[in-house]
């Protein structure tokens, strides 16, 4: 996916249409980043799905977030700890490597946003 198809096929711009000239897919593409780690510093601090479009790209990936184990479940228990932090690293491992049959990385083509009236 690259930034002329996103401006033609999502923003509506004409297929003589410049990227060079009319920024509006990165600066849309930078408000979206912006808000997803927003969403996920606020209110999707728990989501099990992170959505993210990593930089130099406009397609949607879609990982799952790695359990966090939590010290005080381990506290008082110093010879599981080191049996958790192997499964903490064995998970963290399998997810980096996991690609979901479901959610493949595949462009999304309709990315919808909106802004808000500054006050």
Known sequence: MNEYLVGVEVFGRPPNYDPRIDPI???QARKL????????ERDGGQDSILI??????YAAR??????A???SALAGAPE???VADAR???TRRALRSYRSPIWPETPVRTIS???????
Not at 52 to 57: F, L, M, N, Q, R
Request: overall charge positive.
């Open 25 to 27: 897919v990165r600066v």
């Open 33 to 40: 980043r912006q808000r997803l780690a927003a969403y996920y």
């Open 52 to 57: 993210e479009v990593p930089s130099g790209g």
């Open 62 to 67: 879609f990982r799952r977030r790695a359990a």
């Open 69 to 71: 184990f939590s010290e």
């Open 80 to 82: 599981a700890s080191g």
């Open 88 to 90: 903490e690293r064995e």
């Open 113 to 119: 946003v909106t802004a808000s009236p500054k006050s």
